[in-house]
């Protein structure tokens, strides 16, 4: 973009997004939002959006959160976490990549290099696990784009895999049936890389200014990035670290007082940031026609912007399907949901039926590869999985997991062995999932549910007494979350008890037609379970009675 349109840019900096572009004479295409019943508000986001069929019908998701993070193997944020002085991926960068001030997360990228994604192979083995839709990372915090960008040179296409990740991605998922999204976290890289302008408050190298606050685009003549501006990377330094902290502790604790600060507001100082947000965020929608698009924020991000975001996604939906509303937009609310998109509850559940669908994201591992957990054998286990599935579900919610791809693009064997466990699990038992809808009530059971976001944490594992409870097609389906027993009792489906369960004729197990030996009295519904059937993670059960369930 050259300096005039810059300039323009900023001229018109209290006018809305697509009206500063426009007086920016940027295309109406890239600039202006589709048009349709949706306006940018949140009035005609709730009045008019409702979840669609597909997501309700799909229940479960596997997500590539994939980047430039994953090439360390050392876990969540290390972009961020890496000029942190004191913190364990600043020891690892300074270990094994050199001293923030001499090289920095900008080199990183080019040893992304995807040489071993086989994008088809892994999404034949997440199809057989039962995924039916699959979200792939558009960008992160670290403010790189994984796609083909029109508007941000720091891409992949460009640098590092030299791959339209998102594209091959998007290519490879619906040549499978499954219904392709991505996710988009990059409205908080203004703050959040602020970090690589700070400094080591204590040790030999005191006060020397790390990388993202020397670098300049003329630095990068007979380098690798040659022509790309790495404050355009970086986001500029628009809140460092000031000079004369003389403590790792008051760093720190200047950092969470600043850049740390988790809002969705626009950055007053930096509106440049937010219209190049709107314009890499609307490329990515207008060039893949994503069918999900997950914002890792807590509302619409950067105030108007994702509002006018949110409004030209359900309009362009709209052109794509024949005047059909087809998309499902994720944010992770912190109070009660107040509609105009689906709630997504990160590393959580809850703890009763939700009037209105929602889903829960989480990771077998960390979001950004760390080889340790591998080492340590310490990701979460296929039951476990099986099991917040069947309990998301059957409070109306759909489960989306993430499996961490090591930055070469493959997964590793106990990855492999996870998914290839929840594969043999959906595949016998996954009827009692798609397509269902929640009962009257969701089940019943010792283990309690904590609601909200990164509860899973303390979450204590479910037993086979715990029954969950799913419904499809006038048949109930009942799933115990952990093998049972001799015989499954439901004392929920006892005659005369207030869930009106009323009679049953024939109870089967799911994925074989024998009809299973049972007893129904006023202390429940009792089942016979042949060990040949059994399974390790819990079966499901279908009952059937004279009328509707």
Not at 137 to 160: L, T
């Amino acid at each position: 973009m050259n300096l005039t349109k810059r300039a323009l840019i900023k001229g018109a900096a209290g006018t809305g997004v697509a009206t500063a572009l426009h007086a920016a004479g940027i295309a109406p295409g890239h600039a202006q939002s589709a048009p349709g019943p949706f306006s940018a508000n949140w009035d005609s986001l709730i009045a008019g959006y409702r979840c669609p069929d597909w997501f309700r019908d799909a229940k479960f998701g596997l997500w590539a959160h994939w980047g430039a993070q994953c090439v360390p193997e050392a876990g969540d944020w290390y972009a961020r976490n890496m000029y942190l002085q004191g913190n364990a991926q600043y020891n690892h960068f300074t270990k094994n990549y050199g001293h923030p001030a001499d090289t920095g997360f900008i080199d990183i990228y080019p040893k992304w290099k995807a040489e071993n994604w086989r994008p088809g192979e892994l999404l034949d083995l997440y199809k057989k696990a039962g995924a039916k839709y699959f979200v792939a990372m558009a960008n992160h915090h670290d403010n790189f784009d994984a796609y083909d960008s029109k508007f941000h040179a720091w891409n992949s296409v460009r640098v590092g895999p030299k791959k339209d990740i998102i594209g091959i991605w998007a290519k490879a998922a619906r040549a499978r049936g499954l219904k392709f999204g991505v996710s988009n976290h990059s409205a908080h890289a203004w703050h959040w890389f602020q970090t690589a302008y700070g400094y080591d408050p204590e040790g030999p190298r005191k006060g020397e200014r790390y990388d993202a606050f020397k670098l300049t685009r003329f630095d990068g003549r007979g380098k690798w990035w040659n022509g790309l501006d790495p404050q355009e990377l970086y986001g500029g330094a628009v809140m460092p670290l000031p000079d004369g902290i003389n403590t790792v502790a008051d760093a720190n604790a200047w950092h969470t007082r600043n850049d740390r600060v988790w809002d969705e507001k626009a950055p007053l100082h930096n509106p440049a940031f937010t219209r190049q947000w709107y314009l890499r965020c609307k490329d990515l929608i207008d060039s893949y026609k994503p069918d999900l698009v997950y914002f890792d924020n807590f509302d619409l991000p950067l105030g108007q912007a994702g509002i006018d975001m949110a409004a030209h996604y359900y309009n362009a939906s709209m052109q794509w399907h024949g005047g059909k509303l087809e998309a499902v937009l994720n944010i992770k609310p912190q109070e009660a949901p107040r509609g105009g998109y689906v709630a997504d509850v990160e590393r959580g559940m809850r703890a009763e039926i939700s009037p209105e669908p929602w889903q829960t994201d989480t990771c077998i591992g960390q979001w950004h590869y760390n080889r340790r957990l591998y080492d340590q054998k310490r990701y979460m286990s296929a039951a476990t999985v099986i099991h917040r599935l069947c309990d998301i579900v059957s409070k109306n919610g759909n489960f989306l997991l993430s499996v961490p791809v090591r930055g070469d693009g493959s997964i590793d064997s106990e990855e492999r062995r996870i998914v290839q466990e929840i594969a043999g699990w959906m595949g016998r038992f996954g009827d009692a999932i798609y397509g269902t809808r929640p009962w009257k009530i969701y089940g019943e059971g010792p283990t309690q549910v904590g609601a909200g976001m990164f509860g899973e944490q303390t979450q204590k594992p479910f037993t086979s007494a715990d029954i969950r409870f799913t419904w499809k097609g006038g048949d109930l389906f009942a799933i115990c979350l952990g093998r049972p027993a001799a015989s499954i009792d439901i004392a929920s489906l006892a005659k005369g008890a207030p869930s009106g369960a009323g009679g049953v004729e024939r109870v089967e197990m799911v994925g074989d037609r024998t009809p299973l030996t049972y007893k129904h009295d006023g202390a429940g519904l009792h089942v016979q379970i042949p060990e040949a059937l059994s399974h390790a993670f819990g079966v499901a059960l279908r009952i059937r009675g004279p009328g509707p369930m």
